[in-house]
């Protein structure tokens, strides 16, 4: 089994390119993720690279800013290059499946007011129905 799911703020803005036989959108960035540690003990983050693919890497994209808080539904790849100076240098990625956008804008305006906002979405007035 090949599955992760993370939770953590991007460190920049996603980078979109295109593949060039079938144009289809792939979205990287990368998330910092703290990682438990023991009471009285420094904390520590971890930076996975993300990679999306499609209309989901397209709506990361807009939608996404460095900073902003996500949840990602994926699995683990790795693989290899060799760089200029001809050393192997290993990746790991995380390819994700789902992107969850867990905030919206700078928190001070509601999503209604937002632009571009997507379809399905509107403001909430506040109260819970449950």
Do not use: H
Request: proline residues 5%; charged residues 25%.
């Amino acid at each position: 089994m090949n599955s992760v799911v993370l939770i953590g703020r991007l460190t920049r803005d996603p980078e979109v390119r295109y593949t060039p036989s079938t144009q289809m959108a792939v979205a990287t960035f990368t998330l910092a993720i703290d990682r438990p540690t023991g009471q009285g003990k420094e904390k520590q983050t971890d930076f996975p690279r993300i990679t999306v693919f499609g209309k989901m890497a397209e709506n990361c994209e807009r939608f996404l800013k460095k900073g902003r808080l996500v949840g990602v539904q994926g699995r683990i790849q790795t693989g290899s290059y060799k760089n200029k100076e001809g050393q192997t240098v290993y990746t790991t990625d995380v390819v994700a499946n789902n992107v969850e956008f867990l905030e919206w804008g700078d928190n001070k305006q509601s999503t209604a007011s937002m632009e571009g906002i997507p379809e399905g979405f509107s403001e909430n007035d506040g109260d819970i129905p449950f």
